[in-house]
C-alpha cells in the first residue's frame, strides 16, 4: 500500500523560498519513480522536477530550471523540492508521484 504525504506549502512572497517535502510508505524513494508535479487553477497537472536515484539525475521543467532543487534523503524515505525565487506562476497545488501513486498535494501560493 503506496501512500505519499506532502508537506511545506505556504504563502511566500515572490523572490522567496520554500521546501517541499514528500513522505512516502509502501514504496522506496530508491525505486526510480519519484517526481513532483503542480496544477494551478484551470489549468492541467504538469511536470516540474524528477531525481533518478540509480544515476542521480535530475530532471525539471524549462520554467523551474535554476530555481528549483530536487532530492532525496534515503534514510528518511523523503523526496525534497526546493523552491527559490519563487514567483506568482509558480502558485499551484504541488503534488509527489511515486510509482503511479498520487499524494494529496500542498498548496503553494506566490504573491
Known amino acids: 500500500h503506496v501512500q505519499l504525504v506532502e508537506s511545506g506549502g505556504g504563502s511566500v512572497e515572490a523572490g522567496g523560498s520554500l521546501r517541499l517535502s514528500c513522505v512516502a510508505s509502501?514504496?522506496?524513494?530508491?525505486?526510480?519513480?519519484m517526481g513532483w508535479f503542480r496544477q494551478a487553477p484551470g489549468k492541467g497537472r504538469e511536470f516540474v522536477a524528477s531525481?533518478?536515484?540509480?544515476?542521480?539525475?535530475?530532471e525539471y521543467a524549462d520554467s523551474v530550471k535554476g530555481r528549483f532543487t530536487v532530492s532525496q534523503d534515503n534514510a528518511k524515505n523523503t523526496v525534497y523540492l526546493q523552491m527559490n525565487n519563487v514567483q506568482p506562476a509558480d502558485t499551484a497545488m504541488y503534488y509527489c508521484?511515486?510509482?503511479?501513486?498520487w499524494g494529496q498535494g500542498t498548496q503553494v501560493t506566490v504573491s
Open positions: 531525481f533518478v536515484h540509480s544515476s542521480g539525475s535530475t
Open positions: 509502501g514504496v522506496t524513494v530508491t525505486a526510480n519513480c
Open positions: 508521484l511515486g510509482c503511479g501513486k
